[in-house]
């Protein structure tokens, strides 16, 4: 299977960002053919369109797998496995957000509510504690929202998301009025 010009770039690009985002190369590549395919493949013409080796194909199809990124199909007559991934972008994207979220921020949390119970023993300590207590504050903040999108149907967050520009837009243009002459400054303290 030889692949157009678009797909190579499709390709070649999807394996650089993986390595930025801390996966192999290899499996970027893998997941961006399954992606552009019409129909699943199965590993040997996974092999023949990217040139990798066929251990290299089945340790990507085992890393994406891990990842639930890809779907196991049998097709009839055909004793091989074929590989294809969801074809909703959004189901794409909430189960890599889950992943990350299970494999980076929940360890995380957990390690730094572990550092909060303990009692600083010197100043430097209280300094490096109250900063680990901003940021378990934040990515906690983070993750409770991220709860409360994972709710949500795939329409009403697209909404959200859309609705989410116009908000801030909004937000601007209140600053701006706020900053006009005859406007009221609210810079003076909140005396609450």
Known sequence: MNLSPMHQTFVLHFGEMGSRWGINRTVGQIYALLYLSARPLNADEICDSLGFSRSNVSMGLKELDSWNLIRLKHLPNDRRDHFT???????????????????????????????????????????????????????????????????????????????????YKLYEMKNNIRLLPGGKDKKKKDTR
Not at 90 to 104: A, S
Request: negative net charge; aromatic residues 4%.
């Open 85 to 167: 991934v969801p074809d909703d972008i959004w189901e794409i994207v909430r189960t890599l957000v889950e992943q990350r979220r299970k494999r980076e921020i929940e360890p995380t949390l957990s390690m730094l509510r572990d550092v909060l119970v303990e009692k600083p023993s010197g100043k430097d300590e209280q300094f490096a504690q109250a900063k680990m207590h901003e940021m378990h504050d934040l990515i906690e903040m983070l993750t409770n929202w991220h709860t409360d999108m994972e709710k949500l149907e795939t329409q009403r967050l697209v909404n959200l998301l859309k609705l989410g520009s116009k908000v």
